[in-house]
């Protein structure tokens, strides 16, 4: 705890126009305690503290230079990040302090294993990784607490396997997210483990696979979602940005030249690059990719083919299918997208490029 005793003393003395020694005779002491005080070299006796701050005409509290803590449990857990964004050591004696103050909080319990977690990535101290554990499998215990949806299970596992890979028990770590890969939510983390710490690359490839389609069709959403919300603000070049770095990033990923979910994905890509071309007004251009876009559908409606066969980095095994839920066809897909888009301009030279196609 951080005190400033002697600087307070000083400060209200000169508020006083009070020498040294003019403070040490009200108060019965030499004119050296008085500098010793100021200086930091010693402090006064409890009754002396009492008696300045009456003199002061202040509180013991402002006189010591204390503040009390916020020890709610919200605020508590907001302290604990600031010391783990500084990697400020402080964070471990606070996290013993929370514990001891709300043995049974999950907030608590959930943000002190955190702070547990980053130090020992830090400095690669099992005993920090087996106090995160320990204070994880906790959390479970507590989880019915939980309020917050963005926290649940996985959260939990997923850090638990990171504990125990802290540990060197990458095995076990690896184990417990094959057992908890709902939806594929570890395949990342099994996969990269797998072949970077146990040296099993063919145990890793269909994690990996998983992990890269997961990606893809998660990069997708993200990137058409991007285009709406830019377009609600009306920043059409920032949607235009962000569908061509997408697009060049998934061209890598065609394998063949066979139709396949790409094409489809490339064409509604096209639709939405050609919105907010419209949008900027480069109306020739958007002619062009609406132009490719039919193409594009007209190729992929004539042999459909959902599979990631075709994929490039993905293993032969991969089973996933590719559906985007706007169209049991890629024209289908393509005018639900340009309904949603509310651009009559794009409406109208979709229909015309459509119908040269």
């Given at each position: ?137 906790k959390s479970l215990v507590l989880l019915p607490q939980n309020n917050d949806p963005a926290i649940g299970e996985h959260i939990l596992f997923g850090n638990m396997a990171y504990a125990y890979a802290l540990q ?190």
């Amino acid at each position: 705890m951080e005190l400033d005793l002697g600087n307070n003393i000083r400060s209200f003395r000169k508020e006083r126009r009070l020498t040294q020694e003019q403070l040490a005779e009200v108060l019965g002491v030499t004119a050296g305690a008085v500098y010793k005080w100021e200086s930091g070299m010693s402090v006064p006796e409890l009754n002396l503290i009492v008696e300045l701050a009456d003199f002061f005409d202040t509180s013991v509290d402002a006189l010591l230079g204390y503040r009390m803590k916020d020890n709610r449990p919200d605020a508590v857990t907001e302290r604990l990040n600031a010391y783990c964004r500084s990697m400020d050591p402080a964070a471990l004696q606070e996290a013993e302090k929370a514990l001891k103050k709300y043995p049974q909080s999950f907030k608590i319990v959930l943000s002190c294993a955190g702070v547990y977690l980053i130090f020992a990535s830090g400095d690669h101290d099992p005993a920090k990784a087996r106090r995160a554990l320990e204070l994880l499998e906790k959390s479970l215990v507590l989880l019915p607490q939980n309020n917050d949806p963005a926290i649940g299970e996985h959260i939990l596992f997923g850090n638990m396997a990171y504990a125990y890979a802290l540990q060197g028990d990458w095995e076990t770590g690896i184990e417990l997210l094959k057992k908890h890969n709902v939806g594929g939510i570890f395949s990342d983390k099994i996969g990269v483990n797998l072949a970077l710490y146990l040296n099993r690359p063919e145990d890793a490839d269909p994690y990996l696979s998983e992990a890269l389609l997961n990606a893809v069709f998660s990069l997708v959403n993200t990137v058409t979602g991007y285009v709406f919300v830019y377009s609600a603000r009306g920043d059409y070049s920032s949607a235009r940005d962000i569908v061509q770095w997408s697009r060049d990033l998934l061209l890598g990923l065609k394998k063949t030249d066979e139709p396949d979910f790409l094409d489809k994905t490339f064409a509604l890509f096209r639709v939405l690059m050609a919105h907010a071309q419209l949008k900027c007004g480069e109306p020739e251009e958007a002619r062009r990719e609406l132009g490719e876009a039919a193409g594009l559908v007209r190729r992929f409606d004539a042999a459909p083919d959902y599979s990631v066969r075709n994929t490039r980095f993905a293993s032969a095994e991969a089973g996933a299918n590719a559906h985007d839920g706007l169209g049991a066809t890629a024209r289908e897909s393509v005018e639900t997208l340009i309904r949603y888009l509310k651009n009559e301009a794009l409406t109208s030279l979709w229909k015309e490029c459509a119908d040269h196609a």
